[in-house]
């Protein structure tokens, strides 16, 4: 029989900045999204076993999100968010519109001097890549932009396929490794 490795990406909690529609700086999670978290925690949601890993993105709202669905998860780099350069803290309306729209419409460009789409589905596809060697179940705690790398990777499909992707906060994503292949389970 061929071993499967089981992943279960978990977007993290609401946060002030995903409420007022601005990029995200490290922020923490809101009222709401902490009441969000201990909700699936109360709800025993995950489908968590002694050896399942856990892992996290490196940011605060990530960290603080698996610490409420009671995970001792391992900070993990290749987890962050898409890293939205000079952008951090602002709103939509506070960026140059032209500039907008070519990240938008282009997934290689990053005018805010951060990071394009192209490049986080590049490492995403090098976490995945790292992942495949141990079968033990996967739990990570991380990003809507991350996730939707990761769906893009499994389908095979665009990056110019990403902003139509949409990931509820503390929603579940689940992917299956099996004979060199990702398939997408939704959860």
Same mark, same amino acid.
């Given at each position: 029989?061929?071993?499967?490795?089981?992943?279960?990406?978990?977007?993290?909690?609401?946060?002030?900045?995903?409420?007022?529609?601005?990029?995200?700086?490290?922020?923490?999670?809101?009222?709401?999204?902490?009441?969000?978290?201990?909700?699936?925690?109360?709800?025993?949601?995950?489908?968590?076993?002694?050896?399942?890993?856990?892992?996290?993105?490196?940011?605060?709202?990530?960290?603080?999100?698996?610490?409420?669905?009671?995970?001792?998860?391992?900070?993990?780099?290749?987890?962050?968010?898409?890293?939205?350069?000079?952008?951090?803290?602002?709103?939509?309306?506070?960026? !140059?519109?032209?500039?907008?729209?070519?990240?938008?419409?282009?997934?290689?460009?990053?005018?805010?001097?951060?990071?394009?789409?192209?490049?986080?589905?590049?490492?995403?596809?090098?976490?995945?890549?790292?992942?495949?060697? !141990?079968?033990s179940p996967i739990v990570a705690v991380t990003h809507p932009a991350v996730i939707r790398g990761a769906i893009l990777l499994a389908l095979e499909a665009p990056p110019?396929?990403?902003?139509?992707?949409?990931?509820?906060?503390?929603?579940?994503?689940?992917?299956?490794?099996?004979?060199?292949?990702?398939?997408?389970?939704?959860?």
């Amino acid at each position: 029989m061929t071993e499967v490795l089981r992943l279960t990406l978990v977007s993290h909690a609401m946060t002030d900045a995903m409420a007022g529609v601005r990029f995200p700086a490290d922020e923490p999670l809101s009222d709401t999204g902490r009441r969000q978290a201990e909700t699936v925690r109360a709800m025993e949601a995950l489908d968590i076993n002694g050896d399942t890993r856990h892992f996290a993105g490196p940011e605060r709202r990530a960290r603080q999100t698996a610490r409420l669905l009671g995970l001792w998860a391992t900070t993990e780099p290749l987890l962050a968010d898409l890293d939205c350069g000079r952008w951090h803290g602002e709103t939509l309306a506070g960026v !140059n519109s032209e500039e907008l729209r070519a990240w938008l419409t282009d997934p290689a460009a990053a005018p805010h001097g951060g990071e394009s789409i192209v490049d986080l589905i590049e490492r995403v596809a090098d976490w995945l890549k790292s992942l495949a060697a !141990n079968t033990s179940p996967i739990v990570a705690v991380t990003h809507p932009a991350v996730i939707r790398g990761a769906i893009l990777l499994a389908l095979e499909a665009p990056p110019k396929s990403f902003w139509r992707i949409d990931v509820a906060p503390v929603s579940r994503t689940g992917l299956h490794f099996r004979e060199g292949r990702w398939t997408l389970r939704l959860i």
